[in-house]
């Protein structure tokens, strides 16, 4: 079935650097969401993209579908404490969601 | 607008026990869906509903997993017997429709089986 793989799993980084997650898969995918889950929370939808080389900015948060929809990336500029959590992208048809197994961000101050 | 309202909160029991959940989602919306995160992994889709019918249950152990959305609107999962590997959050969440919506999570139900 359709599987997407995120990497990394884990990524530590000191306050203000950049911090970046990829998604990808072997197939093509119709569109990908990506949700925020903080520690102890729930997924908080973020962003969709459906188009081929989509990119979409949300203040320092950066959002990027491959040309070939087969892999995104989430790009966050000067990370603050506040980005700690887990990014998860999951590809969605049918309203069917298959999530990636996250990237957990830790932010030291 | 209330979010999607989940209970409990919590629940410890022991395996071979039976535990039921209760999820209420955001008024109006016509798609329920219930998955289940193991600690350190995405959440897996159990079963989606769409008003009281099934759409997607291909994921659900149908064994000791059953869920219901009756009038289309609140709905429960039940375990029964609950095993050692049900731990894990229970998350609720529900969409205006189906394809493409936006989804929208509940806080979860974080089950401990001992």
């Known amino acids: 079935g359709q599987q997407v793989m995120q990497i990394p799993q884990y990524q530590h980084v000191q306050e203000g650097e950049d911090f970046t997650t990829y998604c990808n898969s072997s197939?093509?995918?119709?569109?990908i969401q990506w949700y925020k889950q903080r520690p102890g929370g729930h997924p908080v939808f973020l962003i969709q993209?459906?188009?081929?080389?989509e990119v979409k900015k949300q203040k320092r948060l950066t959002f990027q579908f491959g040309e070939a929809k087969k892999n995104s990336s989430l790009h966050i500029t000067a990370t603050q404490t506040t980005d700690v959590g887990t990014y998860f992208c999951?590809?969605?048809?049918?309203?069917?969601?298959?999530f990636g197994q996250g990237t957990t961000l830790q932010v030291k101050p | 607008e209330a979010g999607v309202a989940q209970s409990p909160r919590y629940k410890i029991i022991e395996k071979r026990q039976s535990v039921a959940f209760w999820c209420n989602p955001i008024?109006?919306?016509?798609?329920l869906y219930w998955y289940q995160q193991i600690l350190g992994q995405g959440p897996k889709l159990l079963i989606q509903?769409?008003?009281?019918?099934?759409?997607?249950d291909s994921q659900l152990p149908k064994d000791r997993f059953s869920a219901e959305r009756l009038k289309g609107v609140d709905s429960t999962l039940k375990i029964q017997p609950a095993k050692l590997e049900d731990s894990a959050v229970y998350l609720c969440?529900?969409?205006?429709?189906?394809?493409?919506?936006?989804?929208?999570f509940g806080p979860g139900t974080r089950l401990l089986v001992l």
């Open positions: 969440a529900s969409s205006l429709g189906q394809g493409r919506e936006t989804q929208y």
């Open positions: 197939t093509t995918l119709s569109n």
């Open positions: 993209l459906v188009k081929s080389g």
């Open positions: 999951a590809e969605g048809n049918t309203g069917k969601l298959i």
């Open positions: 008024s109006g919306h016509a798609t």
């Open positions: 509903f769409q008003n009281n019918g099934v759409v997607d």
